[in-house]
């Protein structure tokens, strides 16, 4: 008996926490979550949202979301085209968790900047 596709890709990436964090650790995947986490977007919506973000960076941000399950694309049969993005049920599952991880690095921030100015200061490297 052979395991569905699914189940045999399970263990493709040797270590799921590092894929996982290689997706969502992105420049762009948490702002993309974090806008989404406020309802349906359209593509130019969600752009000015976003703002320094371009056009074929979201287009690729998206796909990636979409990929993993985080994202849903939904296409209007209407002339144009109207095309909607949304969490999933996954997706929305990850906004506590990222938020947590948003309040930390915000709270640690000045830390974190103060700790290297020390160790650039007595090697003399720069980050």
């Known amino acids: 008996m052979t395991m569905p596709e699914a189940e045999n890709n399970t263990f ?49 941000t998206l796909r990636r979301l979409e990929h993993d399950g985080l994202v849903d694309r939904t296409i209007f049969a209407e002339v144009p085209p109207r095309v909607e993005y949304a969490l999933t049920d996954l997706g929305r599952s990850f906004l506590g968790p990222m938020q947590v991880l948003v309040k930390w690095a915000d709270d640690n921030h000045q830390a974190i900047c103060n700790a290297r100015l020390r160790i650039n200061k007595h090697d003399g490297s720069q980050p």
Do not use: H, Y
């Open 12 to 60: 493709d990436q040797p270590c799921p926490i590092r894929d996982v964090l290689d997706r969502i650790g992105d420049q762009w995947s948490l702002l993309v979550l974090e806008a989404l986490g406020t309802g349906r977007m359209r593509f130019n919506e969600l752009g000015r949202e976003i703002g320094d973000i371009s056009r074929q960076m979201l287009s690729r």
